[in-house]
């Protein structure tokens, strides 16, 4: 091979940090795959739009045929984001017979087993690893470095805006708009942040995992998802006070041939080893009957922490084409996907209600987790400004999804009960 051209769909953040890496690191390129990496053609929206990075004027296209057609262009790296029109380019790539790198999550988790299908049809290979959890390389881990192991449960803090988000609230007060704000202005953020801070980020990311992961096509209607909107400065607090701190955590769990997938704000216990994963920093762990417990960390988010993960999935590509082993690597899922009900789904639970303080309150409230057979790890009551009204604080020990919505259904009847304020999944115990 002469060279290696690509053509590059998208020049913003992420875009302008692949540039970069191919400009920088191309020696460690042509040592890898004995030629050298060209970037031809550049897809954008704006061509007279300033960048992060100085590209040759006449390597912009507002059109994308002059890549998908482009028969000298060898593999597509698509970083422009977005989902229909984003599915059309990469599936004529493929079809046109081009390699396809891509770190847009968005796509991979509803359309990727078809992508993935045509890749495979075309001979072409079709890598993803900047889709989830941007530069940690946990899709290869998965399927490379665990592929002997049958993994039980993930827990991921995998998208960096909310955790930069998080850090910031958590440990300096801030408010939650401006550290929003602030992960935009970094380029953390997902052109529509509510993406982000609504939990379909994650959710994303969690499907795409889960799938590789459990060996099971998962689909992103499988993944249960709340965001951190919701999220109050009391809530944080408690959850200190408790020995906890939140996170958005992104959880799959296998029991025998059953798993649940969700996406949720959770109080994590101090001394878990995702509870120290700060700022736009992104960790899994990942839990193997063999191997056992494994954490992967690093940056989430960000122009080259993601940019490494995509030129790294073309280096992959390159050395496939050396060896002529391309789009051989695909895996189908192994299992028919079997979720569990939500009497099947156990953990711990934190409630916040705010109750009128007088005779009968606290054992109406505790006789109905009795009646749920549900139990309590940890119980606070303190008086309120408002008069006559109480604030109880709990956590449970384990309870079934289906047992623990019963009784919040329970205590919206109790006349006692004046709110429910909050509600979080526990994982991990807390301090005594
Ligand atoms: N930012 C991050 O930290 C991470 C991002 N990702 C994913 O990477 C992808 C890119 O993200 P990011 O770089 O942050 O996004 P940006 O919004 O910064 O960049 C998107 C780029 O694509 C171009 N583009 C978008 N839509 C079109 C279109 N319809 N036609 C032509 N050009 C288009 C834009 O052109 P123009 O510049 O002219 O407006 C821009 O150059 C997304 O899928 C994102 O989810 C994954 C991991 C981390
Ligand atoms: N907006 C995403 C970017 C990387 O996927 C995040 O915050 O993690
Ligand atoms: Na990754």
Redesign the pocket.
Known sequence: MESISIGLLGLGTVGSGVVQIIEKHQDKLMHQVGCPVVVKRVLVKDADKERAVKVDRNLLTLNPEDILNDADIDVVIEVMGGIEETRNHLKKALDNGKHVVTAN?DLMAVYGPELLAAATQNGCDLFYEASVA?GIPILRGLVDGLASDRITKMMGIV???TNFILTKMSKNGSAYEEVLKEAQELG???SDPTA?VEGL?AARKMAILSTLGFSMNIDLDDVKVKGITDITEEDLQYGKQLGYTMKLIGIAHREGEKVEVSVQPTLLSESHPLASVQDEYNAVYVYGEAVGETMFYGP??GSLP?ATAVVSDLVGVMKNMRLGVNGKSAVAPQYDKKLKGADEIYSKYFLRLHVKDEVGTFANITSIFSEHHVSFEKILQLPLKEKGLAEIVLVTHQASLKDYEDILVSLRDLPAVQTIKSSYRVEGSARV
Request: net charge negative; charged share 30%.
């Open positions: 999550k941007g998208n960096g805006t953390y953020a997902e982000d980020d989430g988010a993601t």
